[in-house]
């Protein structure tokens, strides 16, 4: 057990690890190393009991044999509270007491009680959202990440970010340099708009058929309809290019709104606040939501599906 070699012990319970870690810490006092200068860790206290009263019992059966160990013995019986063991987190506090300046904490830090945790946590996501809302004002990427995920989002993620701290930067930042350099908010409005802009399109029947499938009577439905008319052919080429973004998150909002429910599903019949009367025809006004008057659409032939021809 030669202690200027470098050992990885690794073997199943019972087999004698704590043995060899014993042996190293009493040969490295044989070869006259302080005990302060000696660094033995482990993970529960009860560990490092054991293992202080084992190096301990070591040194004292050794002193019955050979008079050198008898000597040690003698002058380190009277300093035996320098051999210490320490669990990882006893070791990491005394570091940080230490060089408080250098670790970047303050010096009169104090280890939070389990009970404390979870209102320290709420704390830090309330202090972290405070700021980044400010950011938001300045910062477009900021804002444009709040309009993405909703605050309720933000706030999960982020919690989640310091639950997983320790490997979290890591992983965020391969994520991050993955992504997309140049998206910009003006980018992302003008790929959303000619997404959804897309799929309108592309209905049986285009835009206007479905459209005027809807409630068309409802002055909320109005809106909408208004709403997406902008969207999918804007007024000047100008918008097309950089639509304005709250007018567009106000606009796509309002037609999550109209298909999806609040769990974000889609709907299987139109919101509550269009009753059936608001149709344009009776006959669809029994159709009760996009998706079925959409399905029924797809399954009818042109000449029968209106009831203008
Ligand atoms: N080389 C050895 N010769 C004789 N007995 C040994 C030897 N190595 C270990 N032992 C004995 O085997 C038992 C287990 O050893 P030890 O506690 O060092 O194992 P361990 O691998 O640390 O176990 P655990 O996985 O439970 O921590 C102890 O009673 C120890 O005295
Ligand atoms: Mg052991």
Redesign the pocket.
């Given at each position: 057990m030669d202690p200027t070699q470098n050992v990885v012990l690794e073997?199943s319970?019972?087999?004698?690890?704590?043995?060899v870690l014993v042996d190293r810490y009493v040969n490295l006092l044989r070869a006259g190393v302080d005990p302060r200068n000696i660094l033995a860790m482990t993970f529960t206290r009860k560990a490092a009991a054991e293992m202080r009263e084992r190096i301990v019992r070591a040194l004292r059966e050794a002193a019955e044999r050979t008079p050198e160990d008898a000597a040690r013995w003698r002058q380190l019986r009277d300093r035996l509270n320098e051999i210490a063991i320490s669990t990882i987190d006893a070791f990491c506090l005394t570091l940080l007491r230490e060089f408080p300046l250098e670790a970047d904490v303050d010096p009169a830090f104090d280890v939070a009680d389990e009970t404390e945790v979870p209102r320290l946590v709420e704390e830090s996501l309330d202090q972290a959202l405070r700021s980044c809302r400010a950011l938001a004002r300045e910062r477009e990427e900021i804002a444009l990440l709040f309009a993405q995920l909703g605050e309720a989002r933000l706030r999960a993620g982020l919690a989640a970010l310091l639950e997983r701290r320790v490997v979290a930067s890591a992983v965020l930042r391969r994520v991050t340099t993955a992504g997309p350099r140049d998206l910009t908010l003006v980018q992302a409005c003008r790929r959303g708009r000619e997404r959804i802009a897309g799929a309108l399109e592309a209905l049986p029947g285009g835009l206007d058929a479905f459209l005027g499938d809807g409630p068309v009577h409802h002055p909320r439905y109005q809106v909408l309809a208004s709403d997406i008319r902008r969207l999918v052919r804007p007024a000047s080429g100008e918008d097309a290019a950089a639509p304005d973004a709250s007018a567009l998150k106000g606009a796509i909002d309002r037609l999550r709104a109209y298909f999806f429910t609040k769990a974000g599903t889609p709907r299987k019949r139109a919101p509550n606040e269009y009753p059936a009367g608001f149709h344009a025809d009776r006959r669809r006004a029994r159709a009760t939501g996009p998706s079925r008057s959409a399905r029924r659409r797809r399954s009818t032939t042109p000449s029968c599906r209106s009831g203008a021809t």
């Open positions: 073997a319970a019972g087999t004698g690890k704590t043995r």
